[in-house]
């Protein structure tokens, strides 16, 4: 399935490195997510774009920093990170943010290692 | 309390067994109701979206009961490929997702 792409599948990092993790839908959608998943915990919401404005950030620290060029672009801009910041990152998508019932479709993830 | 609690497993079924999970959410103004599967080092997929009246698809159920804010996933007849990880996901506004820690089952032959 390629609806939801995300690059790269691996990154390692140091803490000093500043690096970036690439999401792209090929849905036609226009809401994107941003998700961690750490290691035996559940999966939390970072950050929320609608038509390419962000409308959530669920308290991340200012370390990931999202951007959203367009509807069909995420970005998460990592620098400065440190190694409890190690987890899955998830992209999603959806048709469309102010729906209660949209169903999201998750990209393959980013496995995020930072030593 | 967490929002989303789901008992971690693992349930080790036999194939062909019938096997129930559960979830309790904690806002009653959560608005919609899904079960994800997610394999191990992969991504979650939706497996059904849970409605009020309860909604079946092949040999899995969903059920929902918003009194008791309670929700349960019934698998009949066990398939070896069944064998995931059942995350219980409540929408409480928006799109926002929150998700449980998520079942994790197993089926042996």
Redesign the interface.
């Known amino acids: 399935e390629t609806g939801v792409t995300q690059t790269p599948r691996h990154l390692v990092m140091g803490m000093t490195n500043k690096k970036s993790l690439k999401c792209e839908q090929h849905l036609g959608h226009n809401?994107m997510y941003w998700y961690k998943q750490s290691a035996?915990?559940?999966?939390?919401?970072m950050f929320?774009y609608n038509f390419k404005e962000q409308?959530?950030n669920n308290s991340v620290p200012s370390r990931f920093s999202p951007e959203c060029p367009n509807s069909s672009h995420l970005f998460l801009h990592l620098h400065t990170l440190q190694p409890e910041d190690s987890a899955l990152y998830?992209c999603a998508s959806?048709q469309?943010?102010?729906?209660?019932?949209?169903?999201?479709?998750?990209?393959?993830?980013t496995?995020l290692t930072v030593l | 309390r967490k929002e989303v609690e789901q008992d971690p497993g693992p349930f080790n079924v036999p194939e062909g067994a019938t096997v129930a999970f559960n979830c309790t959410y904690s806002n009653s103004a959560s608005q919609s109701f899904f079960w994800y599967r997610q394999d191990c080092r992969k991504e979650p997929k939706l497996l059904m979206s849970v409605y009020s009246s309860g909604n079946e698809d092949g040999r899995f159920t969903a059920q929902l009961n918003r009194a008791s804010q309670y929700i349960s996933l019934l698998i009949r007849d066990s398939k070896l490929s069944d064998s995931a990880t059942y995350l219980c996901v409540v929408n409480n506004a928006g799109n926002m997702l929150t998700f449980g820690g998520g079942t994790r089952l197993m089926v042996k032959p």
């Open positions: 809401a035996k915990k559940p999966l939390e919401l929320v409308t959530e998830l959806s469309d943010w102010r729906s209660g019932k949209d169903t999201q479709y998750f990209g393959p993830g496995r």
